[in-house]
């Protein structure tokens, strides 16, 4: 099976910074979409940012041009750099991975807690 790492989350003022790693492990697995998923308290989990293997990317509304997606497909590994947090963000962030190991699976990670407050 593959395993979904998550680190990053955390307490930050509005305007502050964090940045979510998620790195997946396991064997004979080949990735083709990675991303991040978002559930505000109370309300349904979202899309933030996907990323496929030919590096196209796609965004939220609430957050183009504040987050930012990328990878390191060596490390099977996918960032996201939150800048201009706002307390709107707060949430619990899922990573996401869409891989094929003799049939395709999607696959989201245990969640990590962002609070975006003063």
């Known amino acids: 099976q593959v395993q979904l790492v998550e680190s990053g989350g955390g307490l930050v003022q509005p305007g502050g910074s964090l940045r979510l790693s998620c790195a997946a492990s396991?064997?004979?697995?080949?990735?083709?979409?990675m991303g991040w998923y978002r559930q505000p308290p109370g309300k349904e989990r979202e899309l933030v940012a996907i990323?496929?293997?030919?590096?196209?990317?796609a965004y939220a509304d609430s957050v183009k041009g504040r987050f930012t997606i990328s990878s390191d497909n060596a490390k099977n590994t996918v960032y996201l750099q939150m800048n201009s947090l706002k307390p709107e963000d707060t949430a619990v962030y899922y990573c996401?991975?869409?891989?094929?190991?003799?049939?395709?699976?999607?696959?989201w990670g245990q969640g990590t807690q962002v609070t975006v407050s003063s």
């Open positions: 990323m496929d293997s030919a590096s196209n990317t």
């Open positions: 996401y991975v869409k891989f094929f190991k003799r049939t395709w699976y999607n696959y």
């Open positions: 396991g064997s004979g697995f080949s990735i083709n979409t």
